[in-house]
């Protein structure tokens, strides 16, 4: 299949916005709107930004670069192990996943309830159900499109229309005056607004369940993925503008009469309840109760896939269950408390995000200069941080006084300035490095692979290395496993060569297959399918191909071109219908030829393997070493 079908394409869109959708969503426009009142829509452009154009942005940025840990990586290492982890934390148990279940009950439950000794119980109890449904619906999240997309994503599309076509009909006080903050700066505020919702760090993640939901559909090549993945941030974003816009209007017309309220749901709640009377209650908790569902499975189910990546060893409906154990404690602590935390954690982080989807575009114009994305992001984050520590009084005094100098700095932006510094910066010093090499005769080394298996293969073998992914469409006309994967290499190094400057520069391209019997296995479309494959290797052996290409171009542009392929033989051990089962539920095998991975739990099923292991995993490194020494020594 060459692209997924207008319905599914909707559906997948439809998916993605339902994640995004979730509490912070429906209770921040309509405060924005209460608050700017006549200039709410100068307020929600800005809130645009950061709220909906970053967000689908970074679902493409991480499809272009082949996923978060690939584009953090273009940092360093080390950065990217903690920048996810904070992000994961972030959207996850600490703030994000709590913050569905608390809204939720107090936009659905706490209206009704009489006295503050009661609310403690029933919260309790309407939290662990609440989670106990997300976990059981997150379980499966290849079938995200299927439960959110078809069945509650279109409710509450539904529930909000009727909210707001009431409000058109509905003679409120009007727009009001706006607020302070929102008379001369209103964009900036609505800009910083913008952050609350924290999809633009969930979009760096999210690509991960939506590349899934389209493999689940029947197409395994990245670049129709990638292609996908911008035609449903397409529709989630058109989506989102329009919902907040409608939002955004119901809390600007009541401004005029009303302008108490401490938070969007507040206001929420007054408006209903003016337009509806006391039934209007249960409208906006029954929207309040789908849109916080929704993006609790999503994030569940983000934050279940990495950590299982992370430690294999442990299945994904662990890390699912604990997960949601963890939010039920923490969403306990009230929305109040939740909200006190994220602001400056959102503040700090917030902005290295953005700045990372901004380098990922520019990526092309930027790729050959390396310092760019440490420098860039450093500047950022340090900036970001130092302001954070301001914003609770935690001064460092002449550091302090000299930020205080900078540009945007009374209106929450002063990590822009040192950013644009930080490209520059960067750039120059990677221009001063290249000519230090160049004299010295050293190659600059780039991997034309997405897979973070590869990458980390090459990092164990010490190689100094960045990676570009070929766009390249994996045609190929050979017939024999190892003739393909040695063409399908030599056409993804080709194309990244294409783009870059071929002086001191090498290039590595890679291609694994899984063959039974001389028959390709490729990546499963559908679980049927990863089920009979894993029934057609047992109790037998079966060949795995990697083919590498090797382009080595000298300093006057010159290629030496290497062009091979490993073949390593595995013998499957015996597995009942029930390991089967329960292998290919707990494990990700949609984005693996032949429906396993060697280094994850189905290492117990394996007899023996007659070859090189690391073949097996994704890159004969040991092959790769022995070709490359003497060119990077």
């Not at 426009?29 to 709220?51: C, D, K, R, S």
């Amino acid at each position: 299949m060459n692209q997924l079908t207008k319905k599914n394409t909707l559906l997948v869109g439809l998916t993605l916005f339902s994640m995004f959708f979730g509490a912070g969503n429906l209770i921040f426009p309509p405060f924005l709107g209460n608050q700017a009142g006549e200039n709410v829509w100068v307020a929600m452009a800005g809130f645009a930004v950061t709220a909906i154009g970053f967000p689908i942005l970074g679902v493409a940025a991480v499809a272009k670069s082949g996923g978060l840990d690939v584009l953090a990586k273009r940092v360093h290492p080390v950065f990217a192990t903690i920048f996810t982890l904070l992000i994961y934390v972030s959207i996850g148990p600490a703030l994000a996943i709590p913050r569905t279940a608390s809204t939720s009950f107090e936009m659905t439950v706490l209206p009704f309830l009489q006295t503050g000794a009661e609310r403690e119980i029933v919260q309790m109890i309407y939290s662990a159900v609440f989670f106990v449904v997300a976990f059981l619906i997150a379980l499966k999240p290849e079938k995200l499109t299927e439960r959110l997309g078809k069945v509650l994503t279109p409710c509450l599309l539904t529930l909000i229309v009727v909210v707001f076509v009431r409000a058109l009909f509905f003679q409120a006080g009007g727009f009001g005056e706006p607020i302070v903050n929102y008379q001369s700066g209103g964009f900036v505020k609505g800009f910083l607004e913008g952050y609350q919702t924290m999809d633009t760090i969930a979009a760096l993640n999210f690509g991960i369940v939506i590349a899934l939901a389209i493999r689940a559909k029947g197409i395994s090549q990245e670049r129709v993925i990638v292609k996908e993945t911008m035609k449903a941030g397409a529709i989630a974003g058109a989506l989102l503008l329009a919902i907040y816009s409608a939002l955004s209007y119901v809390g600007a017309m009541a401004s005029g009469m009303y302008q108490d309220g401490e938070n969007g749901a507040q206001v929420l709640t007054y408006v209903v309840q003016k337009m509806f009377g006391k039934e209007g209650l249960v409208l906006l908790g029954m929207i309040f109760l789908i849109a916080c569902l929704n993006t609790c499975v999503g994030l569940l189910c983000c934050c279940s896939e990495y950590f299982k990546e992370l430690f294999p060893k442990i299945p994904y409906y662990i890390w699912n269950a604990m997960f949601a154990g963890i939010s039920f404690l923490v969403s306990n602590l009230g929305l109040s408390n939740i909200l006190k935390v994220s602001v400056p954690v959102l503040q700090a982080i917030y902005p290295m995000a953005i700045v990372l989807i901004v380098l990922a575009f520019l990526n092309p114009l930027i790729e050959r200069w390396r310092a760019v994305y440490p420098v860039t992001i450093f500047m950022t984050g340090i900036t970001s941080v130092l302001y954070v520590l301001e914003s609770v009084e935690v001064r460092l005094s002449i550091i302090s006084e000299g930020m205080r100098r900078l540009p945007l700095y009374k209106e929450g932006l002063v990590w822009i300035t040192p950013a644009f510094l930080g490209i520059v910066i960067g750039i120059v010093q990677s221009v001063a490095f290249q000519r230090k090499e160049e004299k010295n005769g050293k190659k600059r080394v780039i991997l034309a692979s997405a897979s973070p298996r590869r990458s980390e293969l090459m990092r164990q073998a010490g190689f100094e290395f960045e990676v570009q992914v070929s766009k390249k469409e994996e045609i190929y006309m050979s017939k024999q496993p190892d003739e393909i994967v040695k063409e399908l290499s030599l056409l993804k190094a080709e194309d990244v060569a294409d783009n870059i400057e071929r002086k001191n520069v090498i290039v590595i391209g890679a291609d694994t297959v899984v063959a039974l019997d001389g028959k390709i296995l490729g990546k499963p479309k559908s679980e049927e399918e990863a089920v009979y494959m894993i029934q057609q290797l047992q109790g037998r052996a079966h060949q795995v191909y990697t083919g590498v290409a090797i382009l080595i171009f000298d300093e006057n542009g010159i290629c030496h071109r290497k062009n091979h392929a490993v073949c390593t033989e595995v013998f499957v051990n015996s597995m009942t219908d029930s390991e089967i089962s329960e292998y290919i539920s707990c494990e990700e095998v949609m984005d693996k030829a032949g429906a396993y991975g060697i280094q994850g739990r189905f290492a117990i099923y394996i007899n023996r393997i007659e070859g090189d292991y690391y073949n097996v995993v994704g890159l004969p490194i040991s092959y790769i070493y022995q070709e490359l020494k003497e060119e990077i020594d």
